[in-house]
């Protein structure tokens, strides 16, 4: 039996602050400073109080996960936001907007506790204008089986339960799939057919007695509900923030008096869940101190020449912003540096996420120093806090990499989950689809499978000394020290331990350009039911649809050929089209 969920993290060091502060422009650099006003879990020290309540928006922000990304999409369509910080706050807004994030359990204890449950019931009884995403669409339901049966809202008939895996059904259900409106509303108008960005385990299913609630499905083994709009209640399983101009389109048209005059943007019809194309960063401080994205060749980023320097590509918000403009369906930021120092101290990663979360509506994905942290003066951070406030500053998912392996190592040598792992504590408090686990394998040659104790591929190019299979080595520390264990079994058994999603990468094939190992991904993501992302060895566009064809990978990420700019995003999606497999363009 798995221990309750630890209470929802805090922004460190976090204080109460004013309802409405000036934004701070961006600038990411050397060594950037932190700002002197901290977030509280209902602050808003980025928003900006509108002059006219007509243009503001009043937020329910209980502290779990990513809002930063909604107050950055609601600000970029020129609304400003009042926070909620008590249940009276509730009751007078006039605009309502819940960005649910996290577990619906952990959710429910908080509105409970703070006497919001039922402010929020009473304000939708009233039929005030609202908008609930995500975790904010399936709290309004009667119950949900997540580490339940737990109560909701009540206010929509059903329970909540999860996708069903025991079919091969991947969970979770992690990218952009197509809207079938199914009520004609003019919210959204000019969506149907379009891609949305979904990112959930859990789904309410259309009944008799909800079904009047329903403006759209979608279809993921089963349909379920997308959205529900009845009166001036309106809610999105999908994200509109992360939806890119689909997503702010509908997002306006919620949050406008008059939306008449916004228009969904044309788009090629969306039929399914679509293949993702994802733009990597690999971030770290040069000889200078400056911040840069760098690429490696199989993970050494120095140059090749005398001065030995390390690997500029350009600026992390830059690169970001316009891969997001070129049309990549996910942004993930790399920290290499290796978090000798405190992960929380001046890190620049954070101040990256403000930035970036401020001009790219698509997932942002961050890595690196995720772990249980003692600093310099002997305080205890534990890896939920550290996962949090890198939610707070813009994160939708983070990835775990070392940590992960040696939880792995733990489970299938005691066969015991303790449930203290970072991996373990940040997907129960903030779901499985928040958390990626990165896995850095290295090619090791044998003759036969019985050579070793793990689960070997007959490899489609034979070794140095004519070897027919391989195994995957799983490494740590950025690929410089090897562990006993498989790419497969630690796949397994992150699985296992709460990980939502595999980043597969290969350090044989990293920086080779002869694209990605398909003997190890195939392998992997035909022995797991969470979505894998198919990483290192991208050098033309071929590359991608070969993966997609002959793997069940989920989504491919590239870096250095978009960096050098050796192959534009819009010609991998191109391609991928003109070979049958769909995507988002």
């Not at 002059?51 to 609601?74: E, K, Q």
């Not at 008059?258 to 971030?283: F, M």
């Not at 400056?290 to 918000?317: A, I, M």
């Not at 090897?482 to 044989?508: F, H, M, Q, T, W």
């Amino acid at each position: 039996m798995q221990p309750p969920p630890p209470p929802l993290p805090q922004p460190l060091g976090a204080m109460a602050t004013g309802a409405a502060t000036l934004t701070v422009p961006c600038s990411v650099g050397r060594r950037p400073k932190r700002s002197s006003q901290r977030r509280g879990s209902g602050s808003a020290s980025v928003s900006v109080r509108a002059s006219s309540d007509a243009n503001t928006v009043t937020l329910l922000d209980y502290g779990a996960g990513n809002v930063r990304s909604v107050r950055n999409a609601i600000r970029h369509l020129g609304f400003g936001i009042r926070d909620v910080r008590s249940p009276e706050d509730i009751l007078a807004a006039d605009r309502l907007v819940f960005p649910g994030v996290g577990a619906f359990g952990s959710a429910m204890d908080v509105l409970n506790s703070t006497g919001m449950a039922d402010a929020l019931r009473e304000y939708i009884q009233r039929d005030r204008p609202f908008l609930g995403i995500c975790l904010g669409l399936q709290l309004l339901f009667d119950s949900s089986e997540e580490n339940g049966p737990v109560s909701g809202l009540g206010v929509i008939p059903g329970v909540i339960r999860r996708f069903d895996s025991s079919k091969g059904l991947i969970v979770p259900h992690i990218g952009w799939n197509a809207l079938e409106i199914t009520k004609d509303t003019q919210l959204l108008q000019g969506a149907d057919g379009h891609h949305v960005y979904f990112v959930h385990s859990y789904h309410a299913l259309p009944s008799d007695a909800n079904r009047d609630w329903i403006s759209s499905i979608c279809n993921y083994g089963d349909s379920f509900i997308s959205s529900i709009s009845m009166g001036n209640i309106q809610a999105v399983q999908f994200h509109p923030e992360k939806s890119g101009d689909t997503g702010l389109s509908i997002l306006k048209k919620i949050l406008s008096a008059n939306p008449s005059g916004t228009k969904v943007p044309a788009r090629r019809k969306a039929s399914k869940l679509a293949k993702r194309v994802i733009a990597c960063l690999d971030v770290r401080s040069n000889d200078n101190g400056d911040l840069v994205v760098t690429k490696g060749d199989q993970y050494d980023v120095r140059e090749h020449t005398s001065s030995k320097e390390v690997r500029n590509l350009g600026k992390p918000v830059d690169l970001a912003s316009q891969y997001y403009i070129d049309g990549a369906d996910e942004v993930s930021f790399l920290n290499i540096t290796g978090f000798r120092d405190f992960p929380l101290g001046d890190l620049p990663m954070l101040e990256v996420l403000r930035c970036a979360s401020e001009k790219v509506f698509v997932p942002l994905t961050v890595g690196g120093g995720i772990r249980d942290f003692t600093d310099a003066n002997g305080r205890y951070y534990s890896s939920l806090e550290v996962a949090s406030e890198y939610f707070r500053s813009g994160a939708d998912k983070i990835s775990i990499g070392s940590d992960a392996v040696y939880a792995a190592e733990a489970f299938l040598q005691t066969g015991v989950k303790t449930g203290k792992s970072s991996l373990e504590q940040i997907s129960r408090v903030y779901g499985n689809q928040a958390v990626v686990v990165s896995i850095d394998p290295r090619r090791v040659y044998v003759n036969s499978p019985e050579d070793v104790p793990f689960k070997t591929v007959k490899v489609s190019s034979k070794g140095p000394s004519g070897e027919e299979y391989a195994w995957y080595q799983c490494t740590v520390s950025g690929g410089r020290d090897s562990r006993p264990i498989g790419a497969y079994e630690l796949a397994k058994a992150v699985e296992e331990l709460g990980a939502g999603e595999i980043l597969l990468n290969c350090i044989d094939c990293d920086g080779q350009g002869c694209g990605f190992d398909i003997d190890l991904v195939k392998m992997v993501s035909d022995a797991v039911t969470i979505p894998v992302i198919a990483s290192s060895g991208a050098g033309a566009v071929e590359h991608f649809s070969e993966v997609f064809e002959k793997t069940n990978a989920s989504a491919a990420l590239a870096a250095g050929i978009f960096h050098r700019k050796e192959v534009p995003i819009l010609a991998v999606k191109e391609h991928l089209v003109d070979a049958g497999v769909e995507v988002r363009v």
